[in-house]
């Protein structure tokens, strides 16, 4: 995956998580493989839901990557496996010995035979190294300890557990220049327009059918500098318009937060102004 593609999939995890479509984000982290919940990871264990644990895993490791990886796998499965019995489940303990623990005795045969073993107890805290086996609630929590430790040293997950620092509602800002720019580009934009979606790109009509004068030189570009229609912007300012004629407004949409356009910006996008004054050109362009 691409630099921006990765960065396009954090802005779009950032919104998810501010609009509250939790179950949409995490199906977005584990199958873009990009940032491991570890706080969500810890909820689904401590509430014993095994099954999402290990689909969530699967985005990011497999059970045969390496040997934090297989332990990992190793412990789930097992705490599985012992909630199973002490619920007296025998049919789902065996499915479970069978289906998800049988991969393990290519490696360590004696363990699973004695996990095989426990079966035929009535109980198997009766097992030595399970006497002192504690309910569910308490258990999760030291495998979660033991989980942690695991996925902190798993070289596979070192660069995901950490979010990328972004400005609140990052998306949305950015949808917002884009719709700025694409307005102030236009050569006579409305006083106040209206947009209701940014699901395709801006345009104005031409109010009274009126044409904005050609400067003199014939240089669009210098006319339009000297007008500064583009004022500066700092790396997070709030765009404030510069002292330029009516056609340089508020825009309608931008709720007081108009972003401006860095300086090689402003030259980039005046270069390219269509000589129809009918059209609201689009930055798809520059912001390949």
């Not at 940032?35 to 689909?55: I, M, P, T």
């Not at 979010?163 to 694409?182: E, G, K």
């Not at 240089?219 to 004022?231: D, E, Q």
């Not at 937060?257 to 300086?263: C, D, E, F, L």
Request: net charge neutral.
């Amino acid at each position: 995956m691409s630099s921006l593609s990765k960065e396009l999939v954090f802005l779009i995890l950032q919104c998810l998580h501010e609009e509250k479509l939790k179950d949409s984000a995490h199906m977005l982290e584990q199958e873009s493989g990009l940032f491991f919940n570890l706080k969500y990871f810890e909820d689904l264990v401590r509430s014993g839901q095994w099954n999402e644990v290990e689909r969530y895993l699967s985005g990011f490791t497999k059970i045969d990557d390496n040997s934090y990886s297989m332990k990992i796998f190793f412990e789930v499965r097992k705490q599985k496996y012992l909630e199973a019995l002490d619920k007296q489940d025998r049919a789902t303990a065996s499915e479970i010995l069978v289906r998800d623990l049988k991969v393990f005795s290519a490696f360590n045969e004696e363990l699973y035979n004695e996990m095989t073993h426990l079966l035929t107890l009535d109980n198997f805290r009766e097992n030595q190294k399970l006497s002192k086996y504690g309910d569910s609630k308490s258990i999760r929590s030291i495998t979660m300890l033991e989980l942690k430790k695991l996925i902190a040293e798993n070289p596979l997950f070192r660069e995901k557990l950490s979010f990328p620092v972004l400005n609140a509602s990052r998306l949305r800002v950015l949808i917002n220049q884009s719709l700025n720019w694409q307005h102030q580009i236009f050569k006579n934009p409305q006083f106040n327009p209206e947009t209701e979606f940014s699901l395709s790109d801006h345009s104005c009509g031409i109010p009274n059918k009126a044409i904005a004068p050609q400067p003199s030189n014939n240089s669009l570009m210098g006319a339009i500098a000297k007008s500064r229609l583009f004022p500066l912007l700092g790396a997070h300012d709030t765009f404030v318009h510069a002292a330029a004629g009516p056609s340089v407004s508020r825009l309608g949409w931008t709720a007081n937060q108009n972003p401006a356009v860095p300086a090689h910006a402003t030259v980039a996008a005046v270069t390219t102004l269509s000589s129809q004054g009918g059209d609201c050109q689009s930055l798809e362009y520059f912001l390949k």
